[in-house]
């Protein structure tokens, strides 16, 4: 089916159409009304969730001590297999002491590790674990007796290996250690 456009409009149509409008006269179009400037885009929901940070800090869901503060501790002395270390970070063998550094200053906990693991040697004792912290309350230095542990074991000959504990014997805040048998 084709299409037809309109049909033309005769004379008498267009002449009896005048008569019935009238006298027409062209409308002039009104300037648009100023539109306000629109306000800054301001960033609500950021504002919204630092507010909330107060708050959530006081109810946390979560244990910040269970959070690890800095890297696990892992050493193994030069001569043996490393299939020693992967048996130590597993937990595969059993803490026979423990020494707890909680609330000592460097001093102090120096002359302990030391007195510890030559009591450790004495008893005849393969394996222990030294509970240093994780250093939640160190300045930006760091945790100070992790890393004063860390330096100590590396320089004793009586120390085989030595890696951080696994999460249910104090993880980052601890290490067990394997002595020479």
């Given at each position: 089916?084709?299409?037809?456009?309109?049909?033309p409009?005769s004379?008498?149509?267009?002449?009896?159409?005048?008569?019935?409008?009238?006298?027409?006269?062209?409308?002039?179009?009104?300037a648009?009304?100023p539109?306000?400037?629109?306000?800054?885009?301001?960033?609500?929901?950021f504002?919204?969730?630092?507010?909330?940070?107060p708050?959530?800090?006081l109810d946390?869901?979560?244990?910040?001590a269970?959070?690890?503060?800095?890297?696990e501790?892992?050493y193994?002395?030069?001569?043996?297999?490393?299939k020693?270390?992967r048996?130590?970070?597993r937990?595969?063998?059993s803490?026979?002491?423990?020494?707890?550094l909680?609330?000592?200053?460097?001093?102090?906990?120096?002359?302990?590790?030391?007195?510890f693991?030559?009591?450790?040697?004495?008893?005849?004792?393969?394996c222990?674990?030294?509970?240093?912290?994780?250093?939640?309350r160190?300045?930006?230095?760091?945790?100070v007796?992790?890393a004063?542990?860390?330096?100590?074991?590396?320089r004793?000959?009586?120390?085989?290996?030595?890696?951080?504990?696994?999460p249910?014997q104090?993880?980052?805040?601890?290490?067990v250690?394997?002595?020479?048998?």
């Amino acid at each position: 089916m084709k299409r037809r456009g309109p049909a033309p409009i005769s004379d008498d149509d267009a002449r009896l159409f005048r008569e019935a409008v009238g006298e027409v006269r062209p409308i002039e179009a009104d300037a648009p009304p100023p539109t306000a400037p629109k306000p800054a885009p301001r960033p609500r929901m950021f504002e919204a969730d630092e507010a909330a940070v107060p708050g959530e800090l006081l109810d946390m869901a979560f244990d910040p001590a269970s959070l690890e503060v800095g890297e696990e501790l892992a050493y193994l002395r030069e001569g043996y297999p490393p299939k020693l270390l992967r048996q130590l970070k597993r937990g595969q063998y059993s803490v026979q002491d423990v020494l707890d550094l909680h609330q000592m200053n460097a001093a102090a906990a120096q002359a302990s590790i030391a007195d510890f693991l030559a009591e450790a040697r004495r008893q005849g004792l393969r394996c222990v674990r030294i509970i240093h912290g994780k250093g939640l309350r160190s300045k930006a230095a760091g945790p100070v007796l992790k890393a004063l542990t860390d330096r100590l074991l590396r320089r004793r000959d009586d120390v085989v290996a030595f890696a951080s504990a696994r999460p249910a014997q104090g993880g980052t805040g601890a290490v067990v250690v394997l002595l020479r048998g």
